[in-house]
């Protein structure tokens, strides 16, 4: 593929869910008078809930999380342990703190699409109006198994370029090769491949043609929107790509436990089953053959393979 399409993790919410996002102003609450400590907590002035997290950070860079996070509690004073936990979890987790070290504007930005994405559930707006339907990608997402023991990001992301319809069905389009060119392109923008969520924002928008709005961090305050967030992306064209923190909650992975990314072809609230296609490659992670291909879970095993611990994201579009 010539050339790169620069990917902005900061909000790309596309048209078709801008009314559904409320709007959420990032300025400094001015006018108050600021006592900050030292163990992420919240402390009181002018009646107004205060955050800070010593996150051993810049102080220019902590400032800006501080001053995001309480704009949300400003607005949303109700919602004080949802935000605060929210943002305690997001600010700890491997793939923030990683990026923080290389784009602090990126990881802002995450960290504020983030909250406005929790706020909008609480306020009973990202629920789409979505259930009892069945939600499919546009085009067959095939089988494309993993190059390389960590290559399972990269995978993902074709098997997703190609059921958005971003590329085509041919073996060239999955071999090694294309695989090593997806990598390549990440560490061109990132210094190097570190399986991190933002990465595989940024190559799933580089082949899939900047259709993916952010990686979304899961946490216990939004977990009971995340099969919304999934069916929504489908709905909008955009195949879902999921990092599962434990697979041994995945029935057909009988009880072998790996961090792994796959996609998401389809969702039936039918039958509460949701499709995965997942590009596990025995010959070079070992495990069984099996593991690779189509499968059919339950939500119940989904969401528990992919909150098993505080570094879990879904990346989805629409």
Known sequence: MKG???????KKIMSTISALIIATSVLPISGMAITYD?????LEADNIKIYHCDTNLPSVFSNEIDTIVNSYLHQFPEYRAEIIGTADAIISTENFIEL???DTEEAVDLLDYNLELLMSSYNEISTYGLSNGVYYSNYTVPYVAQSESTNCGIAAILEAAIGNGALSNTSSNKNSSTQTEVKNSIKEQYVTYTRQAYQIVYGANLYSGNIYNNAICVTSYNINSVMNYLRN????GVVPIVNLNDTAYLEYYNNSSYAHYVVISQ????NGTVTIVDPFNSSVCGGSSSFGGTHTVTYD???GAIRNNSDSWIIVGG
């Open 100 to 102: 923080s070290s290389i």
């Open 4 to 10: 790169i399409i620069t990917m902005n993790i900061t």
């Open 38 to 42: 030292k163990d992420c907590s919240s």
């Open 301 to 303: 095993e989904l969401l």
């Open 267 to 270: 969702i039936n609230d039918l």
């Open 233 to 236: 992306s489908l709905r909008n």
